[in-house]
């Protein structure tokens, strides 16, 4: 039976606000996700293995048909009509696994744990290579007709692995099967570092090599932005740091810490060492041909044809280091700003001694950041070089990776990512420029002034209509530093707010009318985490990274139109606009 929204009064704009904050209604959101936990493990269940179902689940499903979300792959030579795969990407459920732990948490319910431990053991049992790759990620996904793993391209298994920014559960999987979980994160390090000796890291890794840590290798130390096949994006970065950091806190590996360590510190090196600010990439994509003259063909932005900033921008800037790397315009920003900084935060604190280098270099970047990029009474943040230089205004002269011809780079908002990335480093380091960005984003989202300190001058607006789950989680590590009830008090009225706005025929969507609802949503997840928060328990909950992850694949279009898209792309289909613009992946 699908959940039914309860009726939250005293939600954004209410005047009784606080008069409707008690427990009647922290019990009706804490049964809504129990009662849509129910239904994503109801709808997206293995309907097509009667006799003996797989504990796998479909990512998405039609809120109004039921129907699992199907990845619909162009003709090619094996499969002459194309193919149709049910989308189950495990990697793209790891938010989900965390909900799925903390409802049996919270609730003494078994039943939601033990769902997503018999998940982690079926893909150890039946989806891990040799080297202990996972059939997961960026570019492969398990089709739930067959069971069987299918690539980007066709259907067949024979795309690359790819992380990022997914952050699997590794506690639960690690409390699932030790031994597969070390070789996992061991095969993923070995199949996405080409070259130990300098870290040459890319995004993409190969499946089939040797199982097993190769931690004895020397290191080179090189300097930044040497040429490389492979392209060091901080997002694919992110996973492998996430994971070397967890297999040296689950097994005491210090040969993972030690690398993880090197891995981290290249990204370091590679910031502007005047400005502190950056990097995204330490490396530069090797230039293997020469690009075409042709703007308007569909490899004119690939980096074979070498750093695709330094082709597209660098002409304009004369006397700038002008790459990949050194490009901070809003993508990048977040992923090193929010994501890295988030991750990074809560590895190092939790690795004790071992991690206070990681968290002071965090900090340091974190801050050049602000000083250099926000523009504070506005909440908005500067697209720039990381030299410093304000590419406000700029217009590009022709088409590249960055934009099409005539594209305005202008200053972007600092989405509520900001505020909790900035608000939870402030809490570990006590630097006031970083709560400087955290105040900042909080005025600019309705939330009120947060304080001149945590705790200190409060004058929150309980009256917002503020739905935004990164600022519940933010108020919430505010209310766990300083235990001040008025951050209690907002984080239930962002809760209520959640449940009018985003929760929808069962499902929490962007829109009423959304078609297919992503199942490892993280909007459950914060109201979970301020049940824990109300409860006094918020060790219930596991530590919120904001992980996502992503897949993107070749899909096949009504009119036998053929692109290459994100999974963002079907999540963002409504009925009012049921053709929505894809979105390339990178």
């Known amino acids: 039976m699908a959940a039914v929204r309860p009726a939250f009064a005293g939600q954004g704009g209410g005047a009784s606000a606080q008069a ?16 849509y936990a129910d239904t994503v493990l109801k709808d997206a269940a293995d309907r097509y293995h009667f006799e003996n179902p797989s504990p796998l689940l479909a990512g998405g499903i039609n809120v109004y048909t039921k129907e699992q979300l199907k990845w619909i792959f162009p003709e090619s030579v094996d499969f002459p009509d194309g193919r149709e795969a049910v989308w189950s990407d495990f990697a793209v459920q790891q938010n989900l696994m965390r909900v799925l732990a903390a409802l049996s948490n919270l609730t003494g319910d078994p039943k939601y744990r033990d769902s997503a431990k018999a998940q982690y053991a079926y893909y150890f049992a039946h989806h891990q290579d040799k080297s202990g790759l996972l059939q997961w990620g960026g570019h492969r996904f398990v089709d739930l007709l067959t069971l069987s793993g299918v690539g980007m391209r066709d259907g067949l298994p024979d795309s690359p692995h790819e992380l990022k920014n997914a952050y699997p559960y590794y506690e639960l999987m690690y409390e699932v ?37 190769h931690w004895d290798n020397t290191f080179d130390n090189p300097a930044p932005f040497f040429e490389t096949l492979g392209l060091s994006f901080l997002d694919a970065g992110n996973d492998l740091i996430y994971s070397g950091s967890m297999l040296y806190k689950l097994t005491g590996d210090k040969g993972a810490l030690l690398w993880t360590k090197r891995l981290a510190d290249q990204y370091v090196k590679a910031r502007n060492p ?21 703007e308007t063909r569909n490899d004119y932005t690939f980096s074979e044809y070498g750093d695709r900033a330094k082709r597209q921008i ?4 004369p006397g700038h280091l002008v790459l990949e790397a050194t490009i901070l315009f809003n993508q990048q920003a977040t992923t090193i700003y929010c994501d890295n900084a ?13 991690g206070k280098d990681m968290v002071e270099a965090t900090r340091v970047g974190m801050d050049a950041f602000v000083n250099y990029a926000l523009i504070p009474d506005k909440n908005l943040l500067r697209p720039m070089l990381t030299d410093g230089t304000d ?11 960055y934009g099409p011809k005539g594209r305005v780079l202008d200053p972007y908002p600092a989405s509520p990512e900001f505020m909790l990335s900035y608000a939870r480093a402030f809490l570990v380091t006590g630097d006031p420029t970083l709560w400087k960005m955290a105040r900042s984003s909080a005025r600019a989202f309705g939330l009120g002034d947060i304080g001149e300190t945590p705790g200190k001058s409060i004058q929150l607006n309980l009256a917002t209509d503020n739905a935004n789950a990164h600022a519940l989680f933010s108020v919430l590590d505010l209310y766990q530093q300083t235990h001040a009830d008025e951050y209690l008090q907002l984080g239930r009225v962002i809760g209520n707010n959640i449940v009018k706005q985003y929760f929808h025929h069962g499902y929490f969507t962007p829109y009423e009318d959304t078609i297919f609802a992503n199942i490892n949503a993280i909007e459950p997840y914060a109201l979970l985490a301020l049940d824990a928060a109300i409860k006094g328990t918020p060790a219930k909950v596991p530590y919120f990274l904001n992980g996502f992850g992503f897949y993107a694949g070749f899909y096949r279009f009504g009119q036998g139109q053929t692109r290459e898209v994100s999974e963002d792309f079907l999540f963002r289909a409504r009925k009012s606009q049921p053709n929505p613009q894809p979105t390339p992946s990178q």
């Open 20 to 35: 409707h904050t008690g427990s009647d209604q922290d019990a009706a959101r804490l049964q809504l996700v129990k009662d």
């Open 391 to 401: 590419l406000s205004g700029y217009v590009l002269k022709g088409r590249g990776y």
């Open 342 to 354: 988030l991750m990074q935060i809560q590895v190092a604190s939790s690795l004790g001694d071992a």
């Open 177 to 213: 099967n030790p031994a597969a979980t070390a070789k996992f994160i061991t095969a993923f390090w070995n199949a996405h570092i080409y070259n130990w000796h300098t870290l040459e890291t890319s995004r993409h890794g190969q499946f089939g090599h040797e199982p097993g840590p």
């Open 314 to 317: 660098g002409p304009d800037f």
């Open 274 to 294: 005047q400005t502190k600010l950056g990097a995204y990439q330490f490396t530069q994509p090797r230039r293997q041909h020469d690009p075409p003259t042709d």
